[in-house]
């Protein structure tokens, strides 16, 4: 079951984005896909560790952000993983908390 190997894997999530009614969640090696599930439980269970939201439906672990332009409202990631964009609101939060 692939919520149980996420569990696992936690330290190994790039991000996870929610769309429609399935989450990706990406990992270095693999994407698994769960259904039914929100971009909120995932975050209930992912805060504790070094993620943080960084808009409606995606969650970053802090350890593969590689450089967060808030100016361009981005987060390029380490190792050609992309960038992610950060919503107008979560941009904010994030200058109150880490900035």
Known sequence: ?????????????????????????????????????????????????????CNRSTLVNRKYIRDISIKKGEIVLKQEFGTLTFGRTYKQRYKNEYL
């Open 1 to 53: 079951h692939d919520d149980e190997n996420i569990e696992q894997k936690v330290n190994d999530i790039i991000y996870v984005k929610c769309k429609g009614r399935k989450l990706s969640v990406v990992t270095e090696d693999h994407i698994y896909c769960i259904y039914y599930k929100t971009i909120s439980k995932m975050k209930e269970k992912f805060l504790k560790h070094s993620f943080f939201q």
